[in-house]
């Protein structure tokens, strides 16, 4: 990789960007709170882009695409996924962090989630759209073990976005294609590892649904991820993992609200300061929920999230109220996020 291009990624990520795009041709890009802008620089030419190719172990003139990690001189280790667009060579870069945020920095609710975390066995979800910041939420609930209980933490990840020193818990983090061949594969080998906790990248079928099910029936603490929009929220979570799941197989949907902790549902939206504020949604799995899960009764779900008002629910309308209350986000921010705008208006003007 030539100087130029070392310079560009490094001063990209020094200066704050989460992510880098570079396309043959192009002026080069960085996202920066949340806004894709132009960076310095003029465009870059295919021999540049081919050379991030070949250090990620891909053929520029063959592969179509391909994920990698990659260490840069003054950025550190990176998580690349390379690509073609129109027949041109891509790539886009992300920083993979070793330092994580702890629950209060990210305004995540330490309580609720120490509380989930604590538990030895279960499944823990978390929820939302590409780039809602699931990945840091898992890190940090991660790093809160790591700094808090002596247990082995298996982690199937692709990529790895955030790489773990072993403080009073031991790591073993195992990326896709790197270090194991697929994800189910991984989570059979991750049982035969003594694990306590595992954390299995997302949940994308019937089959690693299952996967994380038998896990946790089994004696551990699962966590995962799976995708959503942003305002669906945890009701819509659980229908589709009842779906992916299946309601007859082998008793799925039973053992499916047996063994799940909680689901946390999030979404980012820009701060009145600058930066990114998480705004999130979550339900506790007790007594009631669990009924409701096993029957596929997810409408008693969603009012059970919208009013309770004790800490094991709250509803995405309660935390954006509360951001806005709070001067964290403009309003119009949040009623253009919000699924229930004139529900969002009312409960501003303290109207319940």
Not at 46 to 71: K, V
Not at 101 to 116: A, H, Q
Not at 188 to 193: M, P
Not at 258 to 268: A, H, K, N, P, R
Request: charged residues 25%; contains cysteine.
């Amino acid at each position: 990789m030539d100087g130029n291009l070392t310079e560009l990624i490094t001063t990209a990520f020094t200066g704050g960007a989460s992510d880098l795009f570079i396309t043959e041709g192009e002026r080069p890009r960085v996202r920066h709170d949340g806004e894709v802008i132009i960076a310095h620089g003029g465009g870059v030419d295919r021999a540049a882009i081919a050379s991030i190719w070949n250090q990620c172990g891909l053929d520029p003139e063959r592969d179509l695409d391909g994920d990698a990690s990659l260490e840069v001189p003054g950025a550190g280790r990176l998580r690349v996924n390379a690509f073609r667009t129109l027949g041109r060579l891509a790539v886009v870069m992300r920083p993979i962090k070793s330092e994580i945020p702890d629950f209060d920095t990210l305004g995540l609710p330490g309580e609720v989630l120490g509380r989930w975390l604590e538990r030895r066995s279960g499944l823990v979800l978390v929820t939302g759209p590409t780039g809602s910041g699931k990945s840091t939420t898992v890190a940090a609930c991660l790093q809160w073990i790591n700094q808090r209980e002596a247990r082995h933490i298996v982690t199937i990840e692709d990529p790895i976005e955030y790489l773990f020193r072993n403080d009073r818990s031991f790591f073993s983090q195992r990326e896709v294609h790197h270090d194991t061949g697929d994800f189910e594969k991984a989570l059979r080998q991750a049982l035969r590892q003594n694990p306590d906790v595992i954390f299995f990248g997302e949940i994308r079928d019937s089959e690693s649904a299952l996967s994380a099910l038998r896990a946790a029936e089994t004696g551990h603490l699962v966590i995962s991820t799976i995708h959503g929009s942003g305002v669906s929220g945890v009701p819509v979570a659980m229908e589709r993992v009842s779906r992916l799941v299946g309601d007859n197989r082998m008793g799925a949907s039973g053992l499916l609200s047996q063994q799940l902790i909680g689901v946390i549902s999030q979404q980012l939206l820009p701060r009145l300061d600058g930066g990114m504020a998480v705004v999130l949604e979550f339900f506790e799995n007790v007594a009631v929920t669990r009924k409701w899960i096993a029957e596929g009764r997810f409408a008693e779900l969603r009012d059970h999230v919208d009013e309770c008002r004790d800490d094991t629910a709250c509803s995405f309308l309660r935390y954006l109220v509360a951001a806005v209350e709070q001067n964290i986000i403009d309003p119009d921010t949040a009623r253009a996020s919000s699924d229930r705008p004139q529900d969002l208006d009312r409960a501003l003007r303290g109207i319940s």
